[in-house]
């Protein structure tokens, strides 16, 4: 079987400072050349040959590469289905450029607390998001958001429920994971995501929450396959072995009359050899990153396989739900009650009350990271 993904790193470069990410302050990040659009089309034209289905524009901030717009637009052509996560603060100053360029459009966002926002972040940006979220479904997008649970933000993911249920979106919800060193979470924190996915517009990965449970990889029975379904690749043109997180060999992608060796890089012996021992370095023992398991869990047979499924399953029943409402006006959701204080935490309140009364608006559609 092919890749399935890559996860197309444009940038290192980020607006934010999440308390549980290190890519836009990590030493050997910093100050990296990145790579000129002409050069990542060679690559997404060699993704194609290897049969990749779909490209994950990531980084960093993805909108802070300065040519994005003309990447969306070549891989757009090439028939690639795109994803791309951002922090939704700097979407507006691109939103009418990249008008159906974007098929999986997410908006990281775990808390309604514009405090607790800028806490996690490191900048002020929830009113932002909200409003950029609200401009992508006025341009006629299908955003969503993806919300990453924290120790400190789990409690107060009802309430980013909520949020999507109002503006008529799912909500991809994840437990964080160990990358460096930051607090995960325990089992009771996997208990209340498992409550939440109840939920309307709610979608979690029910595999993944098994797999976090029974403690990740386990490196003497491998269930990563991060080298056989992810190509990864930096900023700076290389192909990154075996993932980003853990990546320990940087192989230079190289291009020669307008092609590039991506796709040939990828069947050599060498990375064909990281194939077969993926999953199974020391430093892949009890690993959740969880950016390579969901397509690792394409790899049948067994209980994550079937789970993983089933979680796809239902994530396409609810994105079929939204469109009926969206195209009809009848409400198939069940929303959550409102909150009973009207106790403000930060601005929320306010914010979130504007949020109720302005959205009944046509939804639109999804992405991957953070
Ligand atoms: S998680 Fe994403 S938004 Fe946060 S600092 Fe890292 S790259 Fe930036
Ligand atoms: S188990 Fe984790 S660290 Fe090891 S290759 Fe897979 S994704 Fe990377």
Redesign the pocket.
């Known amino acids: 079987m092919p890749p399935l993904l890559s996860n197309y790193y444009l940038t290192y470069k980020?607006n934010?400072?999440?308390t549980?990410?290190d890519?836009?302050i990590k030493a050997e990040n910093i100050g990296i050349k990145e790579t000129s659009p002409e050069i990542i089309i060679e690559n997404l034209a060699a993704l194609k040959r290897l049969g990749v289905k779909v490209v994950d524009f990531t980084?960093?901030?993805p909108l802070l590469y300065r040519h994005i717009v003309t990447v969306l637009k070549a891989a757009k052509q090439m028939g690639l289905m795109v994803s791309l996560a951002n922090?939704g603060t700097l979407y507006p100053r691109i939103a009418k450029d990249i008008v159906g360029l974007v098929d999986d459009l997410k908006f990281?966002l775990s808390t309604t607390d514009a405090v607790a926002y800028s806490k996690e972040?490191g900048i002020d940006g929830y009113t932002k998001v909200i409003e950029s979220i609200k401009l992508a479904q006025s341009l006629g997008e299908t955003p969503s958001i993806i919300s990453t649970a924290t120790p400190e933000s789990i409690g107060g993911m009802e309430e980013v429920v909520r949020l999507a249920q109002d503006l008529g979106i799912i909500m991809y919800l994840q437990p964080v994971f160990d990358y460096c060193e930051n607090d995960t979470l325990q089992k009771e924190g996997i208990e209340q995501i498992k409550k939440l996915a109840q939920y309307d517009n709610v979608d979690v990965n029910w595999a993944f929450m098994e797999f976090y449970l029974d403690g990740g990889n386990q490196k003497d029975k491998p269930r990563c396959r991060a080298v056989s379904s992810v190509v990864v690749v930096s900023p700076d043109d290389h192909l990154l072995l075996p993932c980003y997180h853990m990546h320990d060999e940087r192989v230079k992608i190289t291009h020669k009359n307008g092609r590039s060796n991506l796709d040939e890089l990828w069947h050599s012996a060498h990375v064909q050899q990281k194939r077969k021992d993926e999953g199974s370095w020391d430093f892949c023992q009890g690993c959740t990153i969880w950016c390579y398991f969901e397509p690792s869990f394409y790899w049948p047979p067994d209980k994550y396989f079937f789970l993983h499924m089933k979680s796809k399953g239902h994530w396409a029943q609810q994105k079929l739900k939204l469109m009926i409402e969206s195209k009809t006006g009848i409400k198939l959701s069940r929303h959550l009650a409102p909150r009973k204080s009207a106790a403000p935490q930060g601005v929320h309140a306010n914010e979130h009350a504007q949020v109720s009364v302005a959205v009944q608006i046509t939804p639109s559609q999804k992405s991957s990271?953070?």
């Open positions: 980020c934010s400072r999440c549980y990410c890519i836009p980084g960093g901030e922090t990281s972040r990271r953070e």
